[in-house]
């Protein structure tokens, strides 16, 4: 039971910019869009996150619908080092100690940098 | 940056021996998490602890998986008697309550 939609895999090449797109049109008012990534043989590692308001941080930024349905992970440049799994996860802190409040990791979206 | 750390990064282990995976999470953080990752398939969840007390555990958390917090610094994971199928990369993450996850690098245990 997915909350989250995202395509199974994007290219980019080297420099452009990237859009992640995720589909979550059953979120709820308390769930946080979470964005995490895994490189290959690595451990998860956090991206960003927010809730209503777009936010950015030095990775990425996060574009966030205006009816929370869906949202953008924008890597503005990417490098060779982005080639990831890219996972978009809802994680509703309102309910923490419930399964919706721990992050559950779907496929994610395979991304691949050309030179 | 802090970080979450992880001990042994690699352990071998023979079938129905028991092994302790440990973590130090980040010092400010009190929302810890074990997750496993087989070669090749999805993070999945195992376990979420707060409080001194698990919050929730997923299905593949039976009765020969269990967790510690034996000090104020480290967070251990148990698997009483190893299986084949526990083979698997395990990861420690911690967070703050509305925080992203910090995961470790992991562990990779091999049950031979």
């Known amino acids: 039971d997915a909350k989250t939609t995202q395509p199974n895999s994007m290219e980019s090449n080297e420099e452009e910019p990237v859009h992640l797109p995720c589909n979550h049109s059953?979120?709820?008012?308390?769930?946080?869009i979470h964005w995490y990534r895994q490189l290959p043989s690595q451990g998860p590692e956090y991206v960003i996150h927010?809730?209503?308001s777009n936010v950015n941080n030095r990775m990425a930024s996060l574009a966030i619908a205006e009816d929370r349905k869906s949202s953008t992970l924008i890597l503005h440049r990417a490098t060779l080092r982005d080639a990831a799994v890219y996972y978009c996860i809802l994680r509703d802190v309102e309910n923490y100690g419930g399964s919706q409040g721990n992050l559950i990791f779907g496929k994610g979206t395979k991304l691949s940098v050309k030179p | 940056e802090p970080e979450v750390t992880q001990t042994p990064s690699h352990q071998v282990t023979q079938m129905g021996q028991e092994v302790i995976l440990r973590c130090v999470p980040i010092s400010n953080h009190l929302y810890f998490y074990w997750y496993r990752q087989i070669l090749g398939q999805k993070v999945e969840f195992l376990v979420s602890?707060?409080?001194?007390?698990?919050?929730?555990k997923s299905e593949i958390f039976d009765d020969q998986f269990s967790v510690e917090r034996p000090d104020g610094s480290n967070f251990t994971l148990k698997i009483r008697s190893t299986k084949l199928e526990d083979s698997a990369m395990y990861f420690c993450?911690?967070?703050?309550?509305?925080?992203?996850?910090?995961f470790g690098s992991g562990t990779r245990l091999t049950v031979v």
């Open positions: 993450a911690s967070s703050i309550r509305r925080g992203g996850y910090t």
């Open positions: 059953t979120i709820s008012g308390t769930d946080y």
């Open positions: 602890f707060y409080n001194n007390e698990i919050s929730e």
């Open positions: 927010g809730l209503t």
